[in-house]
């Protein structure tokens, strides 16, 4: 019998939260069917289960064709400049044989608790019946913020701390929708998602059903001034979430991001290193809010504004 062909090539790495969205951006550039994002486990012989790492290894998986060596080059030169920004671990490349990727991938992925409120489960995962812990279910083949990522662990938290039941929230730049729908779950009234990616505007609908917040969520493709212009649901809301990165943060302050809070909001900026913090401060203050808590994980800052 003739050996079985090896269908595909396996592009690889294991890194922290931090960097897993970023390696996942890249590979989804030169992988046709998707990127793999899974949390690392080891077993805890006092526990007797499998118990996180920290760790989260992602991959992608390259149709070995006539292509092959051109993707994997250019694969091989995105992660060089991206190495010139972060350090990142060396690329692990393997072939493997053709088999159900889902099936294999739903193996490993894991839930991810965060902070005492939060349970983000993928979405085919039942929960238990008496997990006490409010249950986001994120679908993490869309790979646009899965909770494995600090800024928007970070998020959560602030959410968790800051939100007061029955109150409307703005997401601007929702990504996979996660803190939106966190909120709904949260008893948040309403929430306004806004992305200028219309992938991640699907995302977010995509992830709205798996939690059944439909309803009260207005997902659409936008950004700060579409709001200011009154083109969506909301214009002002007590609590802003803003998960984006440092330099967008200040040039949205400029644009008028702090008249979207109503008059004693809160706005969470989040995406923001940590030699970042003062300018995304010095916005806030220019704009006239003050610094009321501030969160840290890793080299990654979150700020609540008000």
Same mark, same amino acid.
């Given at each position: ?17 931090e960097l897993a969205e970023a390696a996942a951006e890249v590979f989804s550039r030169f992988a046709p069917d998707g990127v793999v994002i899974e ?118 938290l602030a959410i968790e701390d800051n939100l007061a039941p029955h109150q409307v929230v703005i997401d601007l730049g929702c990504g996979s929708g &996660? *803190? #939106? ?6 008893? +948040?009234?309403?929430? %306004? @998602?806004?992305?200028?990616? !219309?992938?991640? $505007? ?24 579409? &709001? *200011? #212009? ?6 002002? +809301?007590?609590?802003? %979430? @803003?998960?984006?990165?440092? !330099?967008?943060? $200040? ?56």
């Amino acid at each position: 019998m003739a050996e079985a062909m090896h269908a595909w090539l396996e592009v690889s790495l294991t890194c922290s939260g931090e960097l897993a969205e970023a390696a996942a951006e890249v590979f989804s550039r030169f992988a046709p069917d998707g990127v793999v994002i899974e949390a690392v486990t080891r077993y805890d012989p006092e526990q007797h289960e499998q118990a996180l790492t920290g760790d989260v290894r992602v991959a992608a998986y390259l149709p070995q064709d006539e292509a092959l060596e051109r993707t994997r080059l250019q694969l091989e030169e995105a992660f060089w400049h991206l190495q010139q920004i972060e350090s990142f671990p060396e690329l692990q490349f393997k072939s493997v044989e053709d088999q159900d990727w889902m099936a294999v991938w739903k193996q490993h992925y894991e839930p991810l608790k965060i902070g005492k409120k939060w349970l983000v489960l993928p979405a085919w995962i039942n929960s238990d019946p008496s997990e006490s812990r409010t249950i986001v279910r994120i679908d993490p083949a869309m790979a646009f913020g899965t909770g494995t990522h600090p800024t928007t662990q970070l998020c959560l938290l602030a959410i968790e701390d800051n939100l007061a039941p029955h109150q409307v929230v703005i997401d601007l730049g929702c990504g996979s929708g &996660i *803190l #939106a729908i966190a909120a709904l779950k949260a008893d +948040a009234s309403f929430a %306004l @998602a806004l992305d200028t990616d !219309p992938l991640a $505007v699907q995302a977010t609908q995509r992830n709205a059903q798996l939690n059944d917040v439909q309803s009260n969520l207005q997902v659409a493709q936008g950004s700060l001034p579409d &709001i *200011l #212009a009154g083109d969506f649901a909301l214009k002002q +809301a007590p609590l802003v %979430l @803003a998960n984006i990165l440092a !330099p967008v943060l $200040v040039s949205l302050f400029q644009q008028g991001l702090a008249q979207l809070l109503q008059p004693g909001g809160r706005l969470v900026l989040s995406g923001i290193l940590e030699s970042q913090a003062d300018e995304v401060l010095s916005a806030g203050r220019e704009a006239g809010l003050e610094l009321i808590q501030r969160y840290q994980a890793e080299d990654w800052i979150a700020l609540v504004m008000g």
